[in-house]
């Protein structure tokens, strides 16, 4: 192919098979800065580092569908897990939802909003788990395992926070707190999209 690559051909590569300009540039035979000359040249705009990121990670694309909602039933857990991620998610992290809480029934909602709605199954998700120093982590892990349905591989390991006062929060936190990842930026950005629509 030489040094010339056809705008149709790059944009086949680039556009359509979402491959990157050093795979394109290996099996062109170009450098990777030809490559990004060529990009450049055709005004073909250039994916940032995180969608290269995303791309990378989900090759065979999204790894999530979302469901119509067309019942009662899945709006009102569309409106449950949507305010649950609204109230106690951490919108800041920019490349997946996380949501963090004690009660055992709300975390298991989360994860059933995100199972109906967007079809990820529960062995995707990672858990995080805080306990306070005068807990047993590993009564509180097993707990949660047992709670949720969750294998220990899919925890992180426990964080032990030093214990400081005994008031209702410490009741309430017997276990410690939890909180449930879902890495997918996409799926992220819907959810907070949906909220700032609010």
């Known amino acids: 192919m030489g040094h010339t ?9 680039y556009i359509n098979k979402q491959q990157s300009a050093h795979d394109i540039a290996l ?28 791309i990378k990670h989900n090759p ?8 119509d909602i067309k019942t009662m039933k ?51 998700l990672r858990f995080g788990l805080q306990v306070f120093s005068d807990m047993d982590p590993r009564k509180a892990l097993l707990y949660w395992c047992r709670e949720l349905g969750a294998m220990h591989s899919q ?13 209702t929060y410490r009741k309430k936190s017997q276990y410690g707190v ?5 890495h997918n930026k996409k799926l992220r950005d819907i959810l907070c999209n949906t909220i700032d629509s609010l």
């Open 155 to 167: 925890f992180q390991k426990v964080v032990v926070t030093q214990a400081r006062s005994i008031g």
């Open 5 to 13: 690559i056809p705008k149709k051909t790059l944009q086949a590569l």
């Open 74 to 124: 899945d709006a009102l857990l569309f409106g449950i897990g949507v305010g649950l991620y609204w109230g106690e998610g951490t919108k800041s992290n920019t490349h997946a939802i996380r949501l963090g809480n004690t009660d055992p029934r709300l975390m298991r909602k989360f994860i059933v909003f995100l199972k109906i709605l967007y079809g990820v199954q529960k062995d995707q």
């Open 60 to 67: 065979g694309g999204d790894p999530f569908a979302i469901k």
């Open 178 to 182: 939890l909180t449930v990842y879902y």
């Open 27 to 54: 099996e062109t035979g170009c450098s990777e800065q030809k490559i990004h000359y060529w990009l450049r040249k055709y005004k073909i705009p250039k994916r940032s580092i995180s969608e290269a990121i995303y």
